[in-house]
């Protein structure tokens, strides 16, 4: 049977239709293969180059131009300038700091300038401050002999000798000091015109739990019983030393005023040795403040110590001064300070450091006799020079070296 030609034709349509790409058929939308040849807009004969080692990782570590500003990395140059904001900002911050101190060192240099004033040179009203040896049986009649000849031609009226310490109730074992009665009758035999102190202290419970709580009327009442009992001893005086004490300290006070009638009644000496002065006005506060520790005490804390006491030590040692002439410049203001507020009827004595340590506070390199002496005759010069109840007092027999004696003789004595 003859075919038609129309179904033959839609035949042919069919077949045509089944062999032609998919990706070219009519009518359908293929979105799953992606296109391959060159781009939109490309030249026919323009193909992709390859990819150089390393860019896939370049790529993936671009940040998203679509993301957020603030999650993008600052540019370098804007990184580069907070840099040398924060750096101009702390060298202000540190230049703030250091000015008050290069201007407090510089003049401290500048205060051991110039020539001590003539006669700025022993009254005879020197101490020395000896150790426990001296009651606890280890020195005999020959060491006092061999002190003997020490002390001849010196300016030392004093011997402040270590009896305690105190417990922290303030009572004092007899067993502290079993030698006393021996030494001051030795020391009355070999050298007449010398007095003997009883060296009394502990440390004070203000800056931890542990010490001499003053604030307690009955650790008061002890320390009078235990000065009563020094004295009965033989010693001449008691010198008390009790660390650390703040500036201001009311009880210290209260207690000097008690014996100072206990030591008068006896007819004995009463001495303390006493912290350094604010070199600058209310350091104390600010250095207690910084480190709970005031080292310093305020000037006129000072004057209120030294009108209840017959003799007042400076320790002007362990200032933290780096150099000679700053712990000279630095002794020579404190020793201003003091005679400015130390009343006529009380001898003022400031300490020296026969003694030669490495630490923090303290540079045996710096801290010297000779720097201490020139010190101590240039603030007496400029404050008053003819003061009659000024000394000096040698801190400590035990660590004095010949080159420390001979110092002394030489630039105070002479």
Same mark, same amino acid.
């Given at each position: 049977? /003859?075919? &038609? ?126 150790? *426990? ?8 009649? =020959? ?53 003997? +102190? ?11 739990? /542990? ?24 010693? =001449?005086?008691? *010198? ?9 300290? @009311? ?12 030591? #008068? ?45 017959? +003799? ?20 020579? =203001? ?21 003694? #030669?340590? &490495? @630490?923090?506070? #303290?540079?045996? #390199? ?18 008053? !020079? ?6 000096? !007092?040698?801190?400590? /027999? ?12 030489? &630039?105070?004595?002479?």
């Amino acid at each position: 049977m /003859d075919e &038609n030609p129309r179904d033959e034709s839609r035949a042919e349509e069919r077949r045509t239709d089944e062999n032609r790409p998919a990706e070219s058929r009519p009518g359908e939308n293929r979105t799953d293969t992606p296109p391959t040849g060159p781009r939109p807009g490309a030249p026919p004969d323009a193909t992709p180059a390859p990819p150089r080692p390393g860019a896939e990782r370049e790529t993936a570590a671009e940040p998203d131009a679509a993301a957020p500003a603030a999650r993008r990395p600052a540019p370098p140059s804007r990184r580069r300038s907070r840099t040398r904001r924060i750096l101009r900002l702390a060298a202000a911050v540190l230049a703030l700091l250091l000015l008050p101190l290069l201007t407090a060192e510089t003049a401290l240099r500048l205060n051991y300038t110039g020539d001590p004033a003539p006669g700025t040179r022993t009254r005879h009203r020197d101490a020395l401050w000896l150790g *426990h040896a001296w009651v606890d049986g280890r020195k005999t009649d =020959q060491d006092v002999r061999a002190l003997a000849r020490r002390l001849r031609d010196t300016g030392i009226r004093d011997l402040y000798v270590h009896t305690g310490p105190l417990e922290h109730d303030g009572t004092l074992p007899e067993s502290a000091h079993p030698k006393a009665r021996w030494l001051t009758a030795a020391v009355h035999r070999e050298l007449p015109d010398v007095r003997v +102190q009883a060296w009394l202290g502990d440390t004070l419970a203000s800056e931890s739990p /542990d010490g001499l709580r003053l604030d307690r009327p009955a650790t008061r009442t002890a320390v009078l019983a235990s000065t009563r009992a020094v004295l009965a001893s033989g010693f =001449q005086g008691a *010198h008390f030393d009790l660390e650390p004490l703040h500036s201001g300290d @009311r009880d210290y006070l209260r207690l000097l005023d008690d014996l100072r009638a206990l030591t #008068h009644a006896r007819g004995a000496v009463l001495s303390v040795a006493a912290h350094q002065i604010d070199p600058l006005p209310a350091f104390h506060s600010f250095w207690g403040t910084t480190t709970g520790h005031p080292k310093w005490w305020s000037q006129a804390y000072f004057g209120q110590v030294a009108r209840r006491v017959d +003799q007042i030590a400076v320790m002007s040692y362990d200032t933290m001064q780096p150099l000679q002439g700053l712990y000279g410049g630095y002794v020579a =203001q404190q020793t201003s300070l003091a005679l400015e507020v130390t009343p006529d009827s009380t001898d003022l004595l400031m300490g020296q450091p026969f003694y #030669h340590e &490495n @630490r923090f506070g #303290h540079w045996a #390199h710096a801290e010297t006799v000779p720097a201490a002496v020139r010190g101590v005759r240039l603030g007496l010069s400029r404050t008053d !020079a003819g003061r009659a109840r000024f000394g000096v !007092a040698l801190y400590v /027999d035990f660590a004095a070296t010949e080159a420390d004696w001979r110092a002394y003789r030489e &630039n105070w004595v002479r």
